[in-house]
């Protein structure tokens, strides 16, 4: 018996997924967990494939590294493969730039390669190749696959990744690339099985997490998407601003005195949901508080989201059907609510009992686009395209 780890590296937090292989090669998760509050306090929980919690630890040391984590993870792995052979693990690389538009196989000249763009996706790219870089410490001789979130969107039409700028900026890579299309890629998998005829057509899929963004999906490839040349782009998000005016960073540089890092970690880790309620980033504690800036934040997440919908539907020349997914999208009826009753206009009429239970399908039968929740599962993802590969290489 064999297995796969997939592993979702982030800035303050590690996700991890073991799925063990049937006879036939299909991954089924084993366990999977979260390890959060790195760098404070890590609270590492560990749940079984039906989801309930079979392991937890927090360690009062905020000294602990991503490496010391994972060194800790790979122990743990070890003792629950019960004799298994782990035979690779993939990670969720976010930027895989102009050149990477297919999961790879890591390799000292890749990393390189992406080490370069990580200035392009500073909240992410450095901490999932911090993992790749710790795992090569921990087993040098065990595979490891790179899967990028802008792989999904590689094919888009031409015309949806140029800016209006100068055309050799475009072929020194300022172009946009789209993110969170390893999610994208799940939800149009997952939507074919589910509903074919949809999938099929046009299908407006909405990321709604701590980042947020939308995927123009035509047949289940992306047409188009609202994140850009770096992850900043497009909705309002948890810390991030979304689209911006590019005079309003000019401004703030040249006229308010702020440093290109000041405007950096404004528009990174100070703006979105946080920035405009002065609050919180979390859109469950912003729906707890009584606070107009709170409701206004909310707001102005929905009508962004339905405006950059518009967008979308003429990118695709109108909408057949939408999906919700990502921790906002998946469990928040009333942001939810709020996006489909702008989007009236589309044909959109929501099935509110169905959308208050979170239903698979929350659009009434007569709607004209069919309004669908899929949870995302990237780790799932992850672990399909590193078995992929592998066996495309032994092929
Ligand atoms: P990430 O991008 O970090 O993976 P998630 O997909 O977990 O983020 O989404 C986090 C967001 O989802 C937060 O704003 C959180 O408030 C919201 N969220 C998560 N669970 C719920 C829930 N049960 N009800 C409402 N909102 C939720």
Redesign the pocket.
């Known amino acids: 018996m064999r297995a796969v780890v997939s592993l979702n590296s982030g800035s303050s937090s590690i996700k991890f997924a073991l799925f063990t292989l049937d006879e036939e090669g299909a991954p089924g998760l084993s366990a999977g967990g979260k390890i959060e509050k790195i760098g404070i306090a890590p609270a590492l929980a560990i749940h079984d494939a039906s989801g309930n919690i079979v392991h937890t630890r927090a360690w009062d040391d905020p000294a602990l590294t991503h490496g010391d984590l994972l060194a800790w993870l790979f122990d743990w792995a070890a003792g629950h493969l019960e004799g298994r052979e782990l035979i690779a693990i993939g990670h969720r690389v976010v930027h895989g730039g102009m050149d990477f538009a297919h999961p790879c196989r890591v390799t000292p000249e890749v990393l390189e390669a992406l080490e370069a763009l990580c200035p392009l996706a500073p909240l992410h790219q450095p901490h999932n190749l911090a993992a790749i870089r710790a795992i090569i410490r921990i087993a040098p001789d065990l595979p490891q696959i790179a899967c990028f979130d802008t792989a999904f969107h590689h094919d888009r039409p031409a015309i949806a990744t140029r800016f209006a700028l100068p055309r050799a900026l475009h072929d020194q890579g300022i172009r946009r690339y789209g993110f969170h299309g390893l999610s994208y890629d799940y939800i149009a998998r997952t939507l074919a099985e589910r509903d074919p005829d949809l999938a099929a057509g046009r299908v407006i899929a909405a990321h709604l997490?701590?980042?947020a963004s939308l995927c123009a999906m035509a047949g289940g490839r992306s047409v188009d998407t609202t994140m850009g040349f770096t992850a900043l782009d497009g909705l309002v998000m948890?810390t991030r601003c979304g689209t911006l005016d590019a005079g309003v960073v000019l401004h703030l540089q040249r006229r308010m005195g702020m440093t290109a890092q000041e405007v950096e970690a404004m528009l990174y880790n100070r703006s979105g949901l946080l920035g405009v309620s002065g609050l919180s980033?979390?859109?469950?504690?912003l729906?707890a508080s009584a606070a107009p800036e709170a409701e206004e934040a909310i707001d102005l997440f929905a009508w962004r989201a339905a405006r950059e919908a518009g967008a979308l539907a003429a990118s695709l020349g109108g909408v057949d059907g939408f999906v919700f997914t990502?921790?906002?999208g998946e469990?928040?009826s009333d942001v939810r609510a709020r996006i489909c009753r702008r989007l009236g206009w589309l044909g959109i009429a929501l099935d509110a009992e169905a959308n208050a239970g979170h239903k698979p399908v929350i659009s009434l039968p007569g709607s004209a686009v069919t309004v669908r929740i899929i949870p995302t599962d990237e780790e799932r993802m992850i672990a399909l395209h590193t078995l992929a590969l592998l066996s495309a290489t032994r092929a």
Do not use: E, P
Request: proline letters at 0%; a neutral charge.
């Open positions: 997490g701590n980042g948890g980033s979390d859109m469950r504690t729906s990502a921790g906002i469990n928040h």
